[in-house]
């Protein structure tokens, strides 16, 4: 196989990983991310993970060769892995990064060079916001040089095993740039890649596989709420509702978090009136944990001077990601907080006291407890999100610590029997 010269612009959670597969698989990569702390970091081989797999995999890439670098250097192929964040008050996706990555690309390209936008965007981000700014160059993409989008697919907590195996959308600029594209992804183990009509379809799927999972799971939270009108449990329902041969619902669960589903939603909208369906589905999930503190407050009473412990700000089990958290939801709306870091609001001493704990996170922002800390003398735990250590959890262990032996179980993950033979009031959605 030939080596070619890949240039990877930002490495974050998936610019790593993406610099990482092509390294391993032989080809000569400089990664370059404008934050020094991250360089810094990789340079010493201590990427800021989670994933003991992911973590091993890019330590692999550094010792075979992987350049961290200042600069962003000049390449055959430059990959694009920039933060796209929602601008909630502006409603629209925040494009700086991928304008100022592509400017950089801009002003080192030569003719024939690749460009490969991986961050998720808006449809048709890569045709009227990248090809803009690389023409700056003098180089015409779809002419002189070779442009496309490939989105990134994998799924934190599995990311090495999705990374390789994932089939992947790839929409060219023109069907030279598509030829061009295909070579590099084509040379490094995946799935199969699915080309496009264009890159604003390859946009466009991305964001439809991320808006059908939220809809999914909205679906399952919104029969969460009718169930209980019938005194039906949810979760049996669906199981049964699902062996049905084209029935397939989700879990519901205390809201939907990370940085994808609640946000790419949104980027359908970019311009289109006709989300109705996807922004429903939004509302009805950002309302969960809403629910779980109305449900809270009914079997406790007003959880003013009551004191809860809050297990997992993680936004899903076994990852330290707290990006749109439940946890962290369900512990602001408990105490009427704003700001990110509910258990520091200045003023909450006269409201609901809040202990926070996770495994995984170590964001001393969260001012995070050990567990045992976090359930001694609490009046109730929610479990929010669904860490093996969380799903191992002894009831005879927590009912010692706890002040009153009640326990959210959000994510269905507690063996209900058990608990409630233990003197538990467990209450789930
Ligand atoms: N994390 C996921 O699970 C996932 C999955 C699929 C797609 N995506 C998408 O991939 C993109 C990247 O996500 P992420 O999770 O890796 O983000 P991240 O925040 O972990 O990493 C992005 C990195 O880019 C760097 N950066 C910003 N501007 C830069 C620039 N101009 N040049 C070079 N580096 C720059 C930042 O310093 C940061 O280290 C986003 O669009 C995201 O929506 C993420
Ligand atoms: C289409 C798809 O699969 N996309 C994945 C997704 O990755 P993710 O980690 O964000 O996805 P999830 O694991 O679904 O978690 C999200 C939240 O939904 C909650 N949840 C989940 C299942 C359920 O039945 N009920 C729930 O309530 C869960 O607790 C958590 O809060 O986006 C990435 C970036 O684009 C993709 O790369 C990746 O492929």
Redesign the pocket.
């Known amino acids: 196989m030939l080596s070619m010269r890949v240039c990877v ?7 790593m990983a993406t610099a990482s597969l092509f390294a391993n698989n032989g080809h000569d990569v400089v990664g ?4 020094d702390r ?1 360089r810094s970091q990789l340079k010493r081989g201590e990427p800021d993970v989670s994933e003991d797999q992911l973590e091993s995999y890019v330590r692999a890439a550094i010792d075979s060769g992987l350049t961290i670098s200042d600069e ?1 250097v000049p390449a055959a192929y430059h990959i694009i ?4 964040p929602y601008d909630k008050s502006a409603g629209s996706a925040d494009l700086r ?1 991928v304008k ?2 592509s400017q ?1 690309v801009s002003s080192l390209l030569r003719p024939n060079d690749v460009v490969v936008l ?4 808006p449809p048709s981000t890569t045709a009227t916001v990248v090809a803009p700014i690389l023409s700056q160059s003098g180089l015409e993409p779809g002419e002189d040089i070779g442009l496309g989008y490939v ?6 907590g599995n990311a090495i095993t999705e990374l390789r195996s994932n089939d992947r959308i790839l929409g060219g600029y023109d069907s030279a740039s598509t030829a061009a594209i295909k070579n590099l992804y084509e040379a490094v183990p995946t799935g199969s890649l699915n080309v496009a009509p264009d890159a604003t379809t390859a946009e466009f799927v991305k964001l439809v596989q991320n808006a059908f999972r939220d809809v999914n799971i909205a679906y399952a939270n919104a029969l969460a709420l009718i169930a209980r009108d019938y005194g039906v449990n949810v979760r049996d329902a669906i199981e049964l509702a699902n062996s049905h041969p084209r029935v397939d619902i989700l879990n519901p669960g205390p809201g939907v978090g ?3 589903l609640p ?2 939603p949104f980027f359908l909208g970019a311009n289109s009136d006709n989300t109705d369906l996807i922004d429903t589905a939004r509302q009805v999930n950002q309302r969960m944990p809403h629910y779980v503190v109305d449900r809270l407050a009914e079997e406790l009473g007003p959880l003013d001077d009551k004191t809860i412990a809050i297990l997992g700000v993680a936004y899903k089990g076994n990852v330290d990601d707290t990006r749109n958290s439940p946890g962290l939801e369900i512990a602001r709306t408990i105490v009427g907080a704003e700001s990110e870091a509910p258990s520091l609001e200045p003023d909450r001493q006269d409201t609901t006291s809040l202990r926070l704990c996770d495994p995984y996170v170590s964001n001393s922002r969260y001012d995070l407890e050990p567990l045992s800390d976090a359930l001694d003398g609490a009046d109730a735990a929610v479990l929010a999100t669904a860490h093996d250590e969380f799903a191992d959890l002894s009831p005879e262990r927590v009912g010692s610590l706890l002040d009153t032996r009640v326990i959210f179980d959000t994510l269905d993950v507690l063996d209900s029997e058990a608990w409630t033979e233990a003197g538990f009031d467990l209450l789930r959605i």
């Open positions: 612009h930002g490495l974050g959670y998936i610019g370059f991310d404008t934050d991250v962003p892995c920039v933060p796209t990064y100022e990555a950089t991986e961050s998720t965007v989105p990134e697919t994998m799924l934190p990370g940085h994808c946000v790419d």
